[in-house]
């Protein structure tokens, strides 16, 4: 391997001689790198992110680091998730075009992924905090979940091809492990990386004092962990998708891996529900209706993915899972089979939902939806009422039976203080 | 490659001369090939199978042929398999000491395993459709699902190294196919290979007319083809069963892949039942107490399969699943946790064992237990009480809450008939 090989970090300085050679770059940004503006602009948990902006246009830049930004070279990562990332991205392009930013240069010694520049979307988070809404929301991030869903199980993929693509997967270990050990596991024992807003402990103590709850919590894990039904996006949050008021795109899918159909949209749900939850850290007047919206978000990305997956399973059932032959075929709907596959679903996804909603609050990675209620007398009872709702979830997923259940589950849950 | 490495199917006349150059062959049988006495022996639906004979002892040489031997060179069938069967061996030797044969050598090219010789054993289904009973049968193969399931899962591996290994074995796609077609979906309907006794029409209409059948086969074809849980052995039969009187190894694991945990002892167990329903057709005066034995059998199974994976939850809980960092470090018992995780193995178990009910007399491979019934005015209303058995497991999975409740079911079908 030459130097010009070895991996390196980009800097804002050196980005435009080292990536001046990528002709898609030059041709979207402009052909003369000393014109580029380079800014580094990563406020995520793990990357350097560079937008890059010339006279014909922009580009961001994403590369790893070979450790958790986040936490510091105490933390090694392997540079491999660029790799992984630029095959979810491509994936998620095929199977919901539109959805994802376009890529337009994979470099895998460097670890870097060139794409395009959105603008002047914002990460959703932040929208949300803010008490923006945006329009087509549930419907868009519905249909992403449904289609990605759907088209990368054996519903509709031929089965060598997926399973050569669980092979590819298979070979990422260090990415999943973050999930398994900060979502499932951390938040249930005092995990070194812990913490929590103080006063919390109450609250804490009901979760790690219910046995019943941990195994819940540990079935689903061996779910996410023992379970090639799809090529999920991993990290389906509001802090990997970005908005304008009419445009939605997601990002980031470097935790991509195999794993239950309902693992996305549970994650995204308790995001929207940690949004709902915060809003009184955030809004004053405008908060009950604020709120509304939130719930009416949530079931509304059901009725889109209920309604997609309906139209996939009818029109692109081509996997070898429940094949026509056994339904159609022989004159039987297979609806059935569809709604119990979809129940199903939804169940895993109630119970993921509520044990993100603790993850976030007491494990590693916190929401800033939480953390910039700066006073912690306001944030702890606020955050009280969001896990004792992931517990309500964890707990009673099987009694829980429709958005509507779970929407009025946390209308509820936001009136009850716990503190 | 030259010629010498060429793939080459062995003869009983060629493989002397071909296989002298293996040390431990020749140490285990004798150096001399030419006293070599070598027979084909090979009767299962795949491969080549050869004893070979000398002054010093015997062995076993298994090849793959690269079409499935009991359709022909039409069907053609990866050499790779002998690749996968041989980590499946090494794989179970590990975990359950002396359950399988010892291997002596193994050559990818060749497709072959050379491996000791197991006499007097027989194939169990030989021995059940002789009436002979084998002491310790139940314990030795209860002991063998439990211990292959719970150490080859996370419940006890390191994440990286059943990853790793879910990788290699998801190389292997035309084997798995086998089982998803045949076992789970072409019992229900038309499919090109199946064939039936005569007589069966009735109740192959019952079958193939419930939707809500046919959706729960096709949900467990979902667990089986998408479920990393454990390494499977794949195709744990009493055809893969070699016993003597009071010895039992397990033979043959080349549809290994990776798995739901309920998988094997749950095909085990229909074959233990189409034994039992088969008696009829084979046994006169001991025929009651031979039904006994067979059932005795099934719950003494799964009794041994609970006590070891309990032993084994207790003591050797090593992986990321389920850790006493959770229960017992927090002075909680993780038994609840356990037996709820046993209660889901159960139920998968039941469900398969259903499916293998049906496909063993619909699909294309059948039981000798049945075939062997030379009359089919005799067989078919023997066949007609497995397959509605199989039914009532595949529909009534979950009200089926122990061994003792599926053993009753078998009585009551064994007593009524359909046709």
Same mark, same amino acid.
């Given at each position: 391997?030459?130097?010009?090989?070895?991996?390196?970090?980009?800097?804002?300085?050196?980005?435009?001689?080292?990536?001046?050679?990528?002709?898609?770059?030059?041709?979207?940004?402009?052909?003369?790198?000393?014109?580029? #503006?380079? +800014?580094?602009?990563?406020?995520?948990?793990?990357?350097?992110?560079?937008?890059?902006?010339?006279? +014909?246009?922009?580009?961001?830049?994403?590369?790893?680091?070979?450790?958790?930004?986040?936490?510091?070279?105490?933390?090694?990562?392997?540079?491999?998730?660029?790799?992984?990332?630029?095959?979810? /991205?491509?994936?998620?392009?095929?199977?919901?075009?539109?959805?994802?930013?376009?890529?337009?240069?994979?470099?895998?010694?460097?670890?870097?992924?060139?794409?395009?520049?959105?603008?002047?979307?914002? *990460?959703?988070?932040? $929208?949300?905090?803010?008490?923006? =809404?945006?329009?087509?929301?549930?419907?868009?991030?519905?249909?992403?979940?449904? =289609?990605?869903?759907?088209?990368?199980?054996? /519903?509709?993929?031929?089965?060598?091809? $997926?399973?050569?693509?669980?092979?590819?997967?298979?070979? &990422?270990?260090?990415?999943?492990?973050?999930?398994?050990?900060?979502?499932?596991?951390?938040?249930?024992?005092?995990?070194?990386? &812990? %913490?929590? !807003?103080?006063? @919390?402990?109450?609250?804490?103590?009901? /979760?790690?004092?219910?046995?019943?709850? $941990?195994?819940?919590?540990?079935?689903?894990?061996?779910?996410?962990?023992? &379970?090639?039904? !799809?090529?999920?996006?991993?990290? /389906?949050?509001?802090?990997?998708?970005?908005?304008?008021?009419?445009?939605?795109?997601?990002?980031?899918?470097?935790?991509?891996?195999?794993?239950?159909?309902?693992?996305?949209?549970?994650?995204?749900?308790? &995001?929207?529900?940690?949004?709902?939850?915060?809003?009184?850290?955030?809004?004053?007047?405008?908060?009950?209706?604020?709120?509304?919206?939130?719930?009416?978000?949530?079931?509304?990305?059901?009725?889109?993915?209920?309604?997609?997956?309906?139209? @996939?399973?009818?029109?692109?059932?081509?996997?070898?899972?429940?094949?026509?032959?056994?339904?159609?075929?022989?004159?039987?709907?297979?609806?059935?089979? =569809?709604?119990?596959?979809?129940?199903?679903?939804? +169940?895993?996804?109630?119970?993921?939902?509520?044990?993100?909603?603790?993850? =976030?609050?007491?494990?590693?990675?916190? %929401?800033?939806?939480?953390?910039?209620?700066?006073?912690?007398? *306001?944030?702890?009872?606020?955050?009280?009422? %969001?896990?004792?709702?992931?517990? #309500?979830? *964890? @707990?009673?997923?099987? $009694?829980? #039976?429709?958005?509507?259940?779970?929407?009025?589950?946390?209308?509820?849950? %936001?009136?009850?203080?716990?503190?």
């Amino acid at each position: 391997m030459t130097a010009k090989d070895a991996y390196e970090p980009l800097t804002a300085e050196t980005l435009g001689a080292r990536l001046a050679g990528i002709d898609l770059l030059a041709g979207k940004v402009g052909p003369d790198p000393t014109q580029w #503006d380079v +800014q580094e602009v990563g406020d995520g948990n793990l990357n350097l992110v560079f937008i890059v902006k010339g006279p +014909q246009g922009a580009a961001i830049v994403k590369q790893a680091l070979p450790y958790v930004r986040l936490v510091g070279d105490s933390w090694p990562l392997p540079l491999y998730r660029a790799f992984y990332e630029y095959h979810a /991205l491509t994936r998620e392009a095929a199977r919901d075009p539109g959805a994802v930013p376009e890529v337009w240069h994979f470099d895998e010694t460097q670890a870097l992924v060139v794409m395009e520049f959105l603008s002047p979307h914002r *990460i959703l988070r932040q $929208k949300l905090i803010a008490g923006e =809404r945006v329009d087509g929301l549930a419907e868009r991030l519905g249909l992403f979940c449904a =289609r990605t869903g759907f088209r990368g199980s054996e /519903l509709s993929m031929k089965s060598a091809d $997926k399973k050569a693509d669980v092979g590819l997967f298979s070979g &990422n270990v260090e990415i999943p492990a973050i999930t398994e050990g900060l979502v499932f596991t951390d938040p249930y024992f005092e995990a070194e990386l &812990n %913490n929590h !807003t103080p006063g @919390l402990d109450p609250v804490i103590k009901i /979760l790690r004092d219910d046995p019943a709850l $941990k195994a819940r919590a540990q079935r689903m894990l061996l779910k996410f962990s023992a &379970n090639t039904e !799809t090529l999920l996006h991993g990290d /389906l949050h509001s802090g990997s998708v970005m908005a304008t008021e009419d445009d939605v795109r997601v990002i980031d899918p470097e935790f991509a891996q195999y794993g239950p159909l309902g693992f996305d949209i549970g994650m995204l749900t308790a &995001n929207y529900l940690m949004a709902y939850f915060s809003q009184p850290g955030h809004r004053g007047d405008d908060l009950a209706a604020y709120q509304d919206w939130l719930l009416e978000v949530i079931e509304g990305t059901f009725a889109a993915y209920e309604a997609e997956f309906t139209r @996939l399973w009818d029109n692109e059932r081509t996997g070898m899972l429940y094949p026509a032959a056994l339904f159609e075929d022989q004159g039987h709907s297979s609806a059935a089979a =569809r709604t119990e596959l979809l129940a199903e679903i939804w +169940q895993d996804a109630v119970s993921i939902c509520g044990i993100e909603m603790h993850r =976030r609050c007491l494990s590693l990675a916190h %929401n800033a939806d939480f953390e910039e209620i700066a006073d912690p007398a *306001i944030r702890a009872p606020l955050e009280a009422r %969001n896990l004792m709702m992931g517990r #309500d979830l *964890i @707990l009673n997923a099987a $009694k829980i #039976d429709s958005p509507r259940a779970l929407t009025d589950l946390a209308r509820q849950h %936001n009136g009850k203080d716990v503190l």
